[in-house]
């Protein structure tokens, strides 16, 4: 990154910062920190949109489904069979499962994030037994 940054004067951009070691939320691991190509585009394309005509809730829903669905397409031709190769076959709806629970994940942060108890643990708790929480709440 740094030789295209110094020879080719190219600006890059962190697809990742550090979400499975500084997460604090599930909020911060899927907006901040994971995979943040897709993140600005789902963020462009499918919440910013959703987010001026409906609830937050419905934003973050919808953009959960649009991810669902993008990480199936691109499994189903990654899987692709052909009729005379023997190869694992997925299991679909999967994607779909995995992204449906995290957007009701970040659902339920968005209401209960200011709760006092979840402040006090987010004070008092070393940071990497924090991030450790999030992986289990985000990574099933």
């Not at 943040?36 to 462009?44: D, E, G, T």
């Not at 910013?48 to 919808?62: C, E, L, N, Q």
């Not at 994607?95 to 987010?122: D, R, T």
Request: proline fraction near 6%.
């Amino acid at each position: 990154v740094a030789f295209a940054i110094n020879i080719f004067g190219f600006k890059t951009v962190d697809v990742m910062r550090n979400p499975l070691l500084e997460s604090t939320s599930p909020s911060d691991f899927w907006s901040r920190r994971w995979n943040q190509v897709i993140h600005s585009m789902l963020k462009r394309g499918v919440f910013k949109p959703m987010a001026r005509s409906f609830p937050r809730a419905v934003a973050i829903g919808a953009t959960f489904f649009v991810s669902g669905l993008l990480h199936e397409y691109v499994w189903s031709f990654i899987f692709f069979q052909h009729d005379d190769v023997e190869r694992f076959t997925p299991g679909y709806g999967k994607s779909m499962v995995f992204f449906a629970y995290n957007g009701l994940i970040m659902c339920i942060e968005n209401l209960i994030a200011h709760w006092p108890v979840f402040q006090i643990m987010k004070s008092t708790l070393p940071k990497p037994v924090i991030t450790h929480l999030v992986l289990l709440t985000a990574l099933p």
